[in-house]
């Protein structure tokens, strides 16, 4: 009997309220994922991620493939245990960071052959390897390997890529041998074709999968295309499955993406602005790095309910990002984290009240004026 299941609690136009149950607890969606790409997020202890309100969080395959090794890790006790985060965990097949990171790629058929950007050796992921890797880690969600493209493309390419990800689902489903305790999810691809993305969607279900995840998206094309393709093809997926957006997004691109249906978000975007000096309020993102907050006294914000947004000067917080001082990475992606799972939690109290409307109103009224 599957031990990983998706509740749908409540819903207010596209947006959706609900509830993904695990073994190791639930996920309320709408939901944020942070990214901890090879087993830590980055500048985070795993209880300070837990704090920030995160039921989940996301381990990348390529990374943890390359270092310290999938068998290792296993042999370790799972990913869990190995970074001390007994919470679920989604991890993604590899295949769009192979495309993104690693060198001397070759894509068949078969799967995909690469060296390590790291120290050149050589690897091959295919979609056996991919699920039998995720399996390893002992992930709770796991994703079939796919082939995203990069938009703007050719049609003719973006089939290409499309078919060849559907039948890397098949095999990816086979591999997975029904396994009951942690999901498996389809990625739903066909660039920006809305012809394409029927069918993806189509075939995909025709396999059968837990979840499905809409892939080739935020990759290069504009916030208006994204959120053509996600009010095209949320409708025709299964309304008790969950959905999940990867690799999106900024808040203003959650907050549209909810509004389209969608329930799982990851980025590592909150984390890594974090690290760049941008700090992410009610009222939008402030880049510390500016001189001009050089004398200022001010919290960032003085009615957050973070203390983190309370107790710092901006002065202090300017001073912290220019030296490059560590405490300017670390408080700066606590205050990001907070603030996306301050953004989806109201989102899901809006989704539950009927309120969903307002709610994305009020969010971006405030966004826009803000007092920076
Ligand atoms: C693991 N498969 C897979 N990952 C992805 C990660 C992404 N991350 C972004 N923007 C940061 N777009 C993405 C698309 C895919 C995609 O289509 N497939």
Redesign the pocket.
């Known amino acids: 009997m599957k031990q990983v299941t998706f509740t749908l609690s409540a819903t207010d136009g596209m947006a959706r309220r609900g509830r993904i149950d695990t073994p190791r607890g639930e996920i309320n969606t709408p939901a944020f994922m942070p990214v901890g790409t090879a087993g830590t997020v980055k500048a985070m202890y795993p209880e300070q991620v837990r704090d920030t309100g995160a039921d989940i969080l996301l381990g990348n395959?390529y990374h943890l493939m390359l270092r310290p090794g999938a068998e290792r890790v296993a042999s370790l006790g799972g990913l869990h245990t190995f970074m001390n985060w007994e919470r679920p965990i989604l991890t993604?097949?590899?295949?769009?960071?192979v495309m993104s990171l690693a060198k001397l790629r070759k894509l068949t058929e078969r799967g995909v052959t690469f060296k390590s950007h790291i120290d050149g050796s050589a690897y091959e992921l295919t979609p056996e390897r991919s699920i039998e890797i995720q399996t390893l880690l002992d992930s709770d969600i796991i994703?079939q390997?796919?082939e995203?493209i990069a938009l703007p493309a050719e049609r003719k390419e973006m089939e290409r890529a499309m078919e060849l990800s559907i039948r890397w689902a098949d095999r990816s489903k086979t591999a997975f041998n029904n396994q009951q305790n942690r999901m498996l999810f389809g990625?739903v691809?066909g660039g920006d074709d809305a012809e394409l993305r029927s069918r993806s969607a189509a075939g995909l279900q025709s396999i059968g999968f837990d979840g499905y995840?809409i892939?080739?998206?935020?990759?290069g094309e504009p916030q208006e295309v994204m959120f053509r393709v996600l009010s095209d093809i949320t409708p025709e997926l299964p309304a008790d499955k969950p959905r999940y957006l990867?690799?999106?997004?900024k808040p203003d691109d959650i907050l549209g993406g909810i509004e389209r249906g969608v329930d799982m978000f990851d980025?590592?975007h909150p984390t890594r602005a974090g690290r760049h000096g941008h700090a992410y309020t009610r009222f939008g993102v402030i880049n510390l790095k500016n001189a001009r907050h050089r004398d200022d006294h001010r919290p960032l914000d003085e009615a957050s309910p973070n203390p983190n947004c309370r107790r710092w000067s901006r002065a202090y917080l300017h001073h912290l990002v220019k030296t490059e001082e560590i405490l300017g990475a670390m408080v700066l992606s606590q205050i990001n984290l907070a603030y996306y799972q301050e953004l989806t939690a109201r989102a899901r109290a809006a989704i539950e009240a009927g309120r969903m409307t307002d709610f994305a109103a009020e969010t971006r009224a405030a966004w826009a004026a803000g007092d920076l």
């Open positions: 395959t993604d097949s590899g295949g769009f960071q994703m390997l796919d995203c990625i691809q995840s892939g080739g998206l935020a990759v990867m690799g999106v997004g980025c590592v």
